[in-house]
Nanobody, 125 residues
Framework: QVQLVESGGGLVQAEDSLTLSCAPSGRTFSSYAMGWFRQLPGEKREFLASISWSGGSTYYGDSMKGRLTISRNNAKNTVSLQMSSLKPEDTAVYYC??????????????????WGRGTLVTVSS
């Protein structure tokens, strides 16, 4: 049973930075690509960033491009998402996901097999 647990969300002010973390368990973490998505109220889940199993390749979506850095530490079984210059419109639930079957840096929700429960990020103006 794979479990993904996100942490690091909370209430921040506009222009703040925040780092989210995800700790997977139940699978050999280092073998699989990982991704981050978010879901704004009333909207579909949106791709933010993904990282290959080795960490050698990353891919970013357009919505927060230039303000994100995804990284992973396979020795510590963690994947992180650093976010900067946060805006009130970044208020959303942020999800970590693991892809078992896709190569490289997948960026569609359907490419991912396991999801965390999400962590809420609220950005105040």
């Amino acid at each position: 049973q794979v479990q993904l647990v996100e942490s690091g969300g909370g209430l921040v002010q506009a222009e703040d930075s925040l780092t989210l973390s995800c700790a997977p368990s139940g699978r050999t973490f280092s073998s699989y690509a990982m991704g981050w998505f978010r879901q704004l109220p009333g909207e579909k889940r949106e791709f933010l960033a993904s990282i290959s199993w080795s960490g050698g390749s990353t891919y970013y979506g357009d919505s927060m491009k230039g303000r994100l850095t995804i990284s992973r530490n396979n020795a510590k079984n963690t994947v992180s998402l650093q976010m900067s210059s946060l805006k009130p419109e970044d208020t959303a639930v942020y999800y970590c996901a693991m892809s078992i079957g896709a190569d490289g840096t997948p960026h569609y929700p359907g490419d991912y097999d396991y999801w965390g429960r999400g962590t809420l990020v609220t950005v105040s103006s």
